[in-house]
């Protein structure tokens, strides 16, 4: 107390660290980066609709073949929104230099407008239009991941395959080198309609859909086996394709009574290979991170830490409700040098939950 007490009286401190609560944890956000009939240059917008989003940028262009500078970011949106997609924050970049409505935009135009996301609560981001043959493309996401991660803005990037020869081509999309938690790949193309006639494009079209779909679900929920809502697919793989598919860490869609995704998965080959433990570790990092924050500054005692450590169990026992987490186990504590170098310790142990991926069948008859 440090009123200082001469007449008599009651003098009366409050202590709030009893109702410090953990605080909300936004998981559908998408960050997303093209180009645009209109619209202010590298400017962040955050959208609700597409109908907001066409006002702001315009509508799409006609589809040629892909290789005509078409517009990206309206196209990339209309396949977010329709499969389930709600905020938005959306960047237009353009070739300030040249090009028609800065449709011929460069790499260095994606990365500079990508950086304006940095700062965003994103979850999930994309290149509109750009697919893993656009090698400094890829490049750049994987860059935009590694600088969010280190200040606190964790994300998961998606990117889709490209056409060659304007062709879905298995071997092309399998021998691709990625390896990464944090980066989803999804093939082949699909088809789409616009301005009247039924038009195919990339991978990179079907990684908007999926972002879509994935902002939609809880973070325990698995896409495994969940609809998109597409018009059809440029190639339809057969089951040993699919196999060899997925073993790359393809996220793949099939057309089995509707346009279903074959296993939700990210380019890892380890620990972080289903999406949903990618999803429910980040929720973690973001919710522990915003129950611990606002005990910074104050005593680090044993009253103290007891107040954190109730915030914390508040937090994670709601993903234990949440079917997020199996179980964890807690421990916050903090030794006398540690008291004296302003540290408290927090150890966690989370066991996340798994989605049912086979089914095995033993039948016996009689």
């Avoid at 007490?5 to 953990?22: A, C, F, H, K, N």
């Avoid at 600088?147 to 395959?161: C, D, F, H, L, N």
């Amino acid at each position: 107390m440090t009123q200082t007490m001469v007449l008599p009286g009651t003098y009366i401190e409050v202590r709030d660290q009893g109702l410090i609560s953990p605080g909300g944890v936004v998981t559908g956000n998408i960050g997303i980066v093209g180009t645009a009939e209109k619209g202010l240059v590298d400017q962040v917008q955050l959208l609700g609709s597409l109908s907001e989003a066409k006002e702001i940028f315009g509508k799409s262009d006609e589809w040629q073949d892909g290789t005509k500078n078409e517009l990206t970011l309206i196209r990339a949106l209309e396949l977010i929104y329709q499969n389930g997609g709600q905020t938005v924050y959306a960047v237009r970049t353009a070739n300030v230099k040249e090009g028609k409505n800065g449709a011929d935009a460069s790499t260095d135009d994606y990365t500079r407008s990508l950086a304006l996301l940095e700062n965003e609560i994103v979850n999930i981001v994309l290149l509109a239009g750009q697919d893993v043959s656009k090698t400094a493309m890829l490049t750049a996401l994987d860059g935009h991941l590694k600088t969010t991660a280190g200040i606190k803005r964790e994300r998961i990037g998606i990117i889709g395959s490209g056409f060659s020869s304007g062709t879905d081509k298995l071997e092309d999309i399998t021998s691709h080198t990625l390896n990464n938690d944090r980066i989803i790949f999804t093939a082949p193309g699909i088809l789409v309609s616009s301005q009247g006639k039924q038009n195919k494009l990339p991978g990179s079209y079907l990684a908007a859909a999926v972002a879509g779909m994935l902002s939609s679900l809880p973070v325990q929920t698995s896409p495994t086996n969940k609809t998109l809502t597409i018009e059809g697919l440029t190639t339809e793989f057969n089951s040993t394709q699919l196999e060899k598919l997925v073993t790359k860490g393809v996220l793949t869609v099939e057309k089995r009574a509707g346009f279903r995704i074959v296993k939700g998965i990210t380019t890892d080959d380890r620990a972080w290979k289903q999406i949903t433990t990618r999803r429910i570790v980040d929720y973690a990092i973001y919710g522990v991170r915003s129950s611990c924050n606002p005990y910074i500054g104050k005593l680090n005692n044993e009253r103290v830490r007891g107040a954190m450590k109730a915030t914390l169990n508040a937090f994670l026992t709601r993903m234990v409700d949440n079917e997020a987490l199996v179980s964890y186990q807690l421990d916050v504590s903090a030794t006398r040098a540690q008291e004296k170098e302003g540290k408290v310790m927090v150890t966690m142990t989370l066991m996340p939950t798994f989605s049912i991926d086979f089914i095995q069948v033993t039948m016996y008859l009689q």
